[in-house]
């Protein structure tokens, strides 16, 4: 090739780089979810690897964790991230606002999902006012464990487990272990740990919290008042649980170290007993006698949205279908907890000991939440709690203490605009 030939070779090569355009950068998502060094946080880590080795043209920035408050101050600064991980009360206490993105188009779009896939369960916290604002991959659910060595030691059988709070009583007045000095071990923890675990025990009994349009509290609900009452009972009547304050330690604790033979508690509790080699199995529910029973529909820390100021819609739901619905079930799984996807439920992992109860408990037991719009827990919460520590000291009877609660909670719902 003589030099004129190789000048023009050159030449239009060089025309050619300059023409094409460079390599558009990867879109970066800032993200407010698990962070590193901690296990959900190392998790996350992983799953955010994976996914930007398929989608090299985004990249997961994780800035911090999420609370609920700070991400409202920052979506007014004009400073929110793209997306960010929260519980299951999100979508009702920040959709409505307008801070979540509603995510119909993104799920009935053809990057989107049959919502058939899922659980109802999932949209029973998520869809607010027509709208889906979060999606989540696992249930935190409840249900009753049962330690095994105290059951042995008791002369319990396990195949025979109580079915409703009658047998619960039964159960623990077996259980319960009481030297000339002291009680050693209790046959229940009537007091449970604080939020969600006493709401799942209303609902077990068919009890309300709030009105179905959430305007006022509900607690004076014949079934609230008499879930209240038999928890009272369990300590000042029957002496199988103890008064709040008089055990240290908190109730999971408790359970692994024998001071419980029984608790009603989550689902990832799991993990902490397989850690432990602490013997157990777990009971749907039980319900109050006589009922079919309600559970903590939304009791959830996996919950993903996208914050309705990012600039990069499609990229930031890319990411969310990719985690929640093609990684749901193994996301779960990782999590031990209880996925909603339905094909994950109904896998061989959940039709036996100990995941068989969750799954159980999900598929009979009606969903019930506490998540109202506009009403924050601390306008509520403390004082139903309060009143549940009072009836379990003996303080005051079941009805007098919630109707009391209940016009406390009232008058806040008014000053609130509710």
Not at 115 to 138: H, V
Request: aromatic letters at 10%; charged letters at 20%; one cysteine or more.
């Amino acid at each position: 090739m003589d030099r004129r030939r190789v000048q023009w070779a050159i030449a239009v090569a060089a025309l050619a780089c300059s023409a094409s355009p460079a390599a558009a950068a990867p879109v970066e998502l800032r993200v407010w979810a698990w962070t590193p060094g901690t296990p959900n946080g190392d998790l996350f880590g992983k799953y955010v690897a994976e996914f930007e080795a398929t989608h090299p043209d985004i990249r997961i920035k994780v800035e911090r964790g999420s609370q609920e408050q700070e991400l409202v101050l920052a979506y007014a600064a004009g400073t929110a991230p793209d997306l960010v991980q929260g519980v299951g009360s999100w979508a009702t206490a920040l959709g409505p606002k307008g801070i979540l993105l509603p995510l119909d188009p993104f799920i009935d779009g053809p990057n989107g999902f049959p919502r058939s896939d899922f659980l109802d369960d999932l949209w029973s916290f998520s869809r607010i006012g027509g709208k889906t604002y979060q999606l989540a991959a696992d249930s935190n659910e409840r249900a009753l464990y049962i330690a095994a060595d105290s059951a042995a030691s008791a002369g319990l059988d396990l195949s025979q487990p109580p079915r409703d709070w009658q047998g619960l009583l039964e159960w623990a007045r077996k259980l319960t272990l009481r030297s000339s000095e002291k009680v050693e071990r209790w046959g229940f923890d009537a007091h449970q740990e604080n939020g969600g675990n006493r709401w799942h025990w209303v609902w077990l009994n068919e009890g309300e919290i709030f009105s179905p349009d959430g305007r006022r509290a509900m607690l004076d609900h014949p079934n609230t008042v008499a879930a209240i009452k038999f928890a009272g009972d369990l300590v000042n009547t029957y002496g199988v649980a103890p008064r709040p304050g008089t055990v240290k330690g908190s109730s999971q604790s408790n359970f692994i170290n024998g001071v419980y033979g029984m608790i009603i508690t989550n689902s990832l509790f799991l993990t902490s007993l397989q850690q432990a080699g602490k013997e157990f199995i777990t009971v749907p529910g039980p319900p109050g006698p006589g009922k079919k029973g309600y559970r903590f529909s939304g009791a959830t820390a996996s919950v993903m949205a996208i914050v309705s100021s990012t600039k990069h819609p499609k990229e930031a739901w890319t990411f969310l279908r990719w985690l929640m619905y093609e990684k749901g079930v193994q996301f779960a799984n990782d999590r031990a907890a209880i996925p909603y996807l339905k094909k994950g439920l109904r896998s061989e992992r959940f039709a036996r000991q100990p995941w068989n109860a969750f799954a159980a408990s999900i598929l009979t037991f009606g969903p019930r939440n506490a998540y109202v719009p506009g009403v924050s827990e601390s306008d509520w919460l403390p004082k139903f709690q309060a009143a549940w520590d009072s009836v379990l000291r003996g303080e005051q009877g079941a009805e007098i203490v919630l109707r009391q609660a209940q016009d406390a909670i009232n008058a806040r719902l008014a000053e609130i605009g509710r």
